[in-house]
T-cell receptor, first 117, second 109 residues
Framework: GAVVSQHPSWVICKSGTSVKIECRSLDFQATTMFWYRQFPKQSLMLMATSNEGSKATYEQGVEKDKFLINHASLTLSTLTVTSAHPEDSSFYIC?????????????FGPGTRLTVT | GQNIDQPTEMTATEGAIVQINCTYQTSGFNGLFWYQQHAGEAPTFLSYNVLDGLEEKGRFSSFLSRSKGYSYLLLKELQMKDSASYLCAVRDSNYQLIWGAGTKLIIKP
């Protein structure tokens, strides 16, 4: 149980275009989902925390107008990278908190590798 | 500021035991996590400590000392598949996860 999926697993897009990444909790309800970014050989960087039905809370330095997060249901959150640029190329990972599993259960999706050309 | 320190890289031999240390200084403490991350993949949860002491789970054990701001992950009977990065993360007073940079563990036959 407690599986989180992401789609797509990888995407290549041209500079200036927008890309949407989906994060789904497959077998549990996730009131809270987290979006991370990870550059090569670096640690995870939390971008934002999204709660179902409310606006996401962004970390300092993360542009909310560039990284649009929607958490419309208990099983789906989306991250849209708008007007992507090469410096946005990174590994984007979501995680979801399992409400029924206790407050410390947090499961990660497999990640989405974004390459902007 | 908030800080989590762990060694950048460690090397161990297949079948041996290795201990990965983590020290932290955070604004409050609401638990410490260890994750395993293989190259190009997302992290997977290994352990969670909120009280002092040792938590054992199969070949992996995790220890916490809150007074010392210290934890370690102990891996026994090392296998080649244990080659990965091991991430230490602390949940602070705002329930945010603060991540260490990770320790790359290289297992040699």
């Amino acid at each position: 149980g407690a599986v989180v999926s992401q789609h797509p697993s990888w995407v290549i897009c041209k500079s200036g275009t927008s890309v949407k990444i989906e994060c789904r909790s497959l077998d549990f309800q996730a009131t809270t989902m987290f979006w991370y970014r990870q550059f090569p050989k670096q640690s995870l960087m939390l971008m934002a925390t999204s709660n179902e039905g409310s606006k996401a809370t962004y970390e300092q330095g993360v542009e909310k107008d560039k990284f649009l997060i929607n958490h419309a249901s208990l099983t789906l959150s989306t991250l849209t990278v708008t007007s992507a640029h090469p410096e946005d190329s990174s590994f984007y990972i979501c995680s979801a908190r399992d409400v029924a599993g206790g407050d410390y259960e947090q499961y990660f999706g497999p990640g989405t590798r974004l390459t902007v050309t | 500021g908030q800080n989590i320190d762990q060694p950048t890289e460690m090397t161990a031999t297949e079948g041996a035991i290795v201990q990965i240390n983590c020290t932290y200084q955070t604004s409050g403490f609401n638990g410490l996590f260890w994750y395993q991350q293989h190259a190009g993949e997302a992290p997977t949860f290994l352990s969670y400590n909120v009280l002092d002491g040792l938590e054992e789970k199969g070949r992996f054990s995790s220890f916490l000392s809150r007074s010392k701001g210290y934890s370690y992950l102990l891996l026994k009977e090392l296998q080649m598949k244990d080659s990965a990065s091991y991430l230490c993360a602390v949940r602070d007073s705002n329930y945010q996860l603060i991540w260490g940079a990770g320790t790359k563990l290289i297992i040699k036959p």
